[in-house]
C-alpha cells in the first residue's frame, strides 16, 4: 500500500498538477481531472499486465481453464502478486480520500465505489476464483480506462465527443461478457464438476449455495453499473438538448443584430450615415 501511495504523489505531483497549472482548471473540473488522470494510469498498468499473464498462462485460447481443475489454489507468483497489489491499491485509496479533500457529498459515493471493487477482487481471491476473475478485472479496467481517457480529452477540449460514444458502447458490451461468462463459469462449467463438497482444507467452495452466491453479486454489480451508466446517459442528452436552443436564440440575436451595409447608408433602425449622400430633406433643403 506504501508503494501505491508512493506512486500516487509522484503521478500528481510531476504530470497532473503541471497539466492544471497550464489549464487553468475550476475547482470542480481540477479535481475529475486529477480523479481520471489517476485511474487511468492504473487501469491502463493494470490492463497491460493482467493481459500478459492471461496470454502466458494461455486463460484466453481455452476459455475452460476458467473452471477447469477447480480449485485454483496453485497460482502463479505473478498473479498472485497482481491480486495483492490491486488490493492494496484500493485500500490506498481510503486515506486519499483525506489527502486529496474529497467534498464531502462525494465521500459516500466513493466509498462505494472503492468498496465494491475490494469486495469483488477479495471474494474472487478467497474463493479460489482467480482465473475467472482476472478475465473480468481486465476486460472492467479496459472498459473503466477509455472512460477516464476520455473524460480527460474532453477537459482539454469540451468538443471532443467521440470518446464518449465508442466507451457507451463497450460498457455495454463489456456488461454482457461479465454476464456470460459468469453465467458460463458457475451455471455450466462448476455446476458439473464432480467435486461438489465444501473443503476448506483444499479450498473447494463449489456448493450450490456459493455458485448462486457470487453469481447474483456479480449480476447485481453489472446492474447496479447499467443504471449509473444510463443515469450519466440521460444527464448527458439533457445537457446537449438545453444547450442547443440557447445557441440557436444566441445565433438569431446575433443575426438580427447585425445590418447590411446598404441598411446602414438607407439609415435602418434610425441609424443615418454621412457617407455623402443626401437624404430627400436634404435636397429639398437645397434646392429651396
Known amino acids: 500500500m506504501l508503494v501505491a501511495i508512493i506512486i500516487h504523489a509522484i503521478i500528481q505531483e510531476y504530470v497532473l498538477d503541471k497539466i492544471n497549472r497550464k489549464m487553468h482548471f475550476s475547482k470542480t473540473k481540477h479535481s475529475k481531472f486529477n480523479e481520471s488522470g489517476q485511474l487511468s494510469a492504473f487501469y491502463l498498468f493494470s490492463c497491460v499486465w493482467g493481459t500478459s499473464i492471461l496470454v502466458s498462462e494461455n486463460y484466453i485460447s481455452d476459455p475452460t481453464s476458467l473452471w477447469r481443475d ?62 475467472l476473475g482476472l478475465v473480468l478485472l481486465v476486460l472492467h479496467y479496459f472498459v473503466e480506462f477509455l472512460f477516464h481517457i476520455s ?56 456448493i450450490l449455495a456459493v455458485r448462486i452466491s457470487v453469481l447474483a453479486s456479480i449480476c447485481m454489480a453489472q446492474a447496479f453499473m447499467m443504471w449509473k451508466f444510463i443515469n450519466f446517459q440521460l444527464r448527458r442528452w439533457r445537457e446537449h438538448s438545453s444547450s442547443q436552443p440557447q445557441s440557436v436564440k444566441k445565433k438569431f440575436v446575433t443575426a438580427k443584430g447585425k445590418t447590411s451595409r446598404r441598411e446602414r447608408e438607407n439609415g435602418i433602425n434610425g441609424t443615418v450615415t454621412s457617407n455623402g449622400a443626401d437624404s430627400p430633406r436634404s435636397r429639398k433643403e437645397k434646392s429651396s
Open 70 to 131: 477447480y480449485p485454483h489454489t496453485l497460482i502463479p507468483f505473478q498473479m498472485k502478486f497482481f491480486y495483492i497489489s490491486q488490493l492494496a491499491y484500493w485500500f490506498h485509496a481510503f486515506p486519499e480520500l483525506y489527502f486529496q479533500k474529497t467534498k464531502k457529498e462525494d465521500i459516500f459515493r466513493q466509498i462505494v465505489y472503492i468498496g465494491l471493487y475490494l469486495f469483488h477482487i477479495a471474494g474472487a481471491y478467497l474463493l479460489n476464483l482467480t482465473h
Open 151 to 206: 473524460r480527460l480529452f474532453y477537459f482539454s477540449d469540451e468538443r471532443y465527443q467521440k470518446g464518449f460514444s465508442l466507451w457507451a458502447v463497450l460498457f455495454v458490451l463489456g456488461r454482457l461478457l461479465t454476464l456470460i461468462l459468469s453465467v458460463l463459469t458457475f451455471g455450466f462449467g462448476l455446476a458439473r464438476a464432480e467435486d461438489q463438497q465444501l473443503n476448506f482444507s483444499t479450498g473447494n467452495f463449489n
